[in-house]
């Protein structure tokens, strides 16, 4: 007489009611929904080496310096670089183009010339980019401090700083000069126009020069700013 052995019926599992089947390697717990808390989780498990960060977040303290998607600030500080290149661009022409090309003219052809470039420059797309510049830049310092500062906060303050160099030298220097050149009245009537010409043209060189080279370093530093925005988000 031969003995049956009969085998147990193996687990069912998947069904209704018994434990629920988990690979053996699986961790035994429910994956978060957020992909935030869910990389938390695999970083924790695994090491963060091994387990990138999702797109668009970084750690708590990048997201309060400047990090995260884009928004506003973005905005402004992209319009703050753009109009500061816009002034650079025209103080840089001034030093290799506008005034080496005046300088080879005559006294009273420099004169007229320069005076009449200083009443047409004075229109409202040079004044937007001129003070919307310094506007825009110290708007985005301000909506960056209220994120909490960072890297990002100080390459903004540093640019705005340096514009301001700029600002403070053409208000203070350029225009003076400028308006001394104004007032020496039509150049055919100057008595001693190389002695007006000798009194405004080098000054105003330098002091263009220590605008151009100030701006163009501001742009850098807001660049570099717009790169860390870019680095976080």
Known sequence: MTATHDSPAPQ???????PAYRHPE???????????????????????????????RGSGAEAAAGGGKRDALDIVLVAATVAMGLIAGV????????MPGLGATDDRTFIGAMQQINVKIENP???????????????????QRKRGGGQVFKMIVIGLGLYTLGLVTTMGF???????LKDAGDPA???????????????????????????????????????????RG
């Open 125 to 143: 797309l040079f004044f937007a980019s001129f003070f919307g510049a310094f506007g825009l830049s110290l708007a985005a310092a301000i909506m």
């Open 189 to 231: 009537a100057i008595a001693d126009p190389a002695h007006v010409r000798d009194t405004f043209e080098n000054p105003w060189l330098v002091w263009n020069a220590v605008r151009a080279l100030a701006s163009t370093a501001a742009i850098g530093f807001l660049g570099w700013a717009l790169v860390l925005r870019g680095r």
């Open 91 to 98: 103080y840089y022409a001034f030093s290799v183009a506008v």
């Open 174 to 180: 350029n225009i003076p000069l400028n308006n001394g």
């Open 26 to 56: 699986q961790p035994n717990h429910q994956q978060p929904a957020d992909p935030w808390s869910r990389w938390t989780q695999r970083r924790d498990e695994y090491g963060q080496e091994h387990i990138p960060a999702p797109s668009g």
């Open 12 to 18: 069912q599992t998947y069904l209704t009611g018994g």
